[in-house]
């Protein structure tokens, strides 16, 4: 049973700074692919950030680029989102998602196996 656990979300002002963590368990083999993505009050979830494993490739939104970070920690498999200069726009539950399918576009939600509960960041004006 594959299981994607968020943790690190909360509230914080305006320019602050947040990490979110996703540890993922269950499945021996390492993940294509691993997405964060986003979705606040009566919108729809989007895409944020991903990372192809194996090659180490990032892949941001325009919204985000130049103010997070997705990295991994392959000692705690662990996939990572640093988010630097937060705006109130950023508010929303932010999911990470793994697949193990490979060659996906890793900007389509609909690509990706699993997904974690969600954790959710407020950002104050």
């Known amino acids: 049973q594959v299981q994607l656990v968020e943790s690190g979300g909360g509230l914080v002002q305006t320019g602050g700074s947040l990490r979110l963590s996703c540890a993922v368990s269950g499945r021996t083999a390492t993940s294509y692919a691993m997405g964060w993505f986003r979705q606040a009050p009566g919108k729809e979830r989007e895409f944020v950030a991903a990372?192809?494993?194996?090659?180490?490739?990032?892949y941001y939104s325009d919204s985000v680029k130049g103010r997070f970070t997705i990295y991994r920690d392959n000692a705690k498999n662990t996939v990572n989102l640093q988010m630097n200069s937060l705006k109130p726009e950023d508010t929303a539950v932010y999911y990470c998602?793994?697949?193990?399918?490979?060659?996906?576009?890793?900007?389509?939600?609909?690509?990706?196996?699993?997904w974690g509960q969600g954790t959710q960041v407020t950002v104050s004006s």
């Open positions: 998602a793994a697949s193990w399918t490979s060659g996906i576009y890793p900007r389509n939600a609909h690509v990706y196996d699993y």
């Open positions: 990372l192809i494993w194996s090659a180490g490739s990032t």
